[in-house]
Antibody, heavy 121, light 110 residues
């Protein structure tokens, strides 16, 4: 069965960095686009970033562009989110999600359980 | 302020039908596929509808989706108390080159 397991969350000071990982199994990871989506405490879903199956196309929300970098290692079936210059407003549960498509946004059919990132001094 | 607009809450009695609207523009809903998600308290979102109206395997036909112009609608019939959750619409915005979600709608089954 499809599994997405996020890790790497924790408490970090403003201005700090974290790298999130998402280990994928149960499907051909290298054939599907992937997303990061976050949810601040008590708030709605916010799309963060998208990466095509081969890593060649990446897109970001305005709120994170220039600070966050999405990447993938298809040999390790792992998705990453490098987060730099973190701000208090980045505090959220971060979900990785598999897209139905390999190259475009068609909807996310599988989601991880999420990892909490708290930015606080 | 979300790019896609949903009502904050809807409610209906068990067994009844409810619809949740999602309003956007030509750069998002008007020219891209819409998906719908259910998020039960304390859990990750779950895909209910993709490509505007298709259901993944395992999703009962009580859930339906439709799109017209720059708006989409999720319908739920035969409401059950287990349907109480937050519901989100999502799509791609071609002008922003970004994914977008609605603000979410809390469904209460009275």
């Amino acid at each position: 069965q499809v599994q997405l397991v996020e890790s790497g969350g924790g408490v970090v000071q403003p201005g700090g960095s974290l790298r999130l990982s998402c280990a994928a199994s149960g499907f051909t990871f290298s054939s599907y686009a992937m997303h990061w989506v976050r949810q601040a405490p008590g708030k709605g879903l916010e799309w963060v970033a998208f990466i095509r199956y081969d890593g060649n196309n990446k897109y970001y929300a305005d709120s994170v562009r220039g600070r966050f970098t999405i990447s993938r290692d298809n040999s390790k079936n792992t998705l990453y989110l490098q987060m730099n210059s973190l701000r208090a407003e980045d505090t959220a549960v971060y979900y990785c999600a598999k897209d139905l498509s390999s190259t475009w946004y068609e909807g996310s059919d599988y989601w991880g359980q999420g990892t909490l990132v708290t930015v606080s001094s | 302020q979300s790019v896609l607009t949903q009502p904050p809450s809807v409610s209906a009695a068990p067994g009844q039908k409810v619809t949740i609207s999602c309003s956007g523009s030509s750069s998002n809903i008007g020219n891209n596929h819409v998906s719908w998600y259910q998020q039960l308290p304390g859990t990750a979102p779950k895909l209910l509808i993709y490509d505007n109206h298709n259901r993944p395997s395992g999703i009962p036909d009580r859930f339906s989706g439709s799109k017209s112009g720059t708006s989409a609608t999720l319908g739920i019939t035969g409401l059950q108390t287990g349907d109480e959750a937050d519901y989100y619409c999502g799509t791609w915005d071609s002008s922003l080159s970004a994914g977008v979600f609605g603000g979410g709608t809390k469904l209460t089954v009275l």
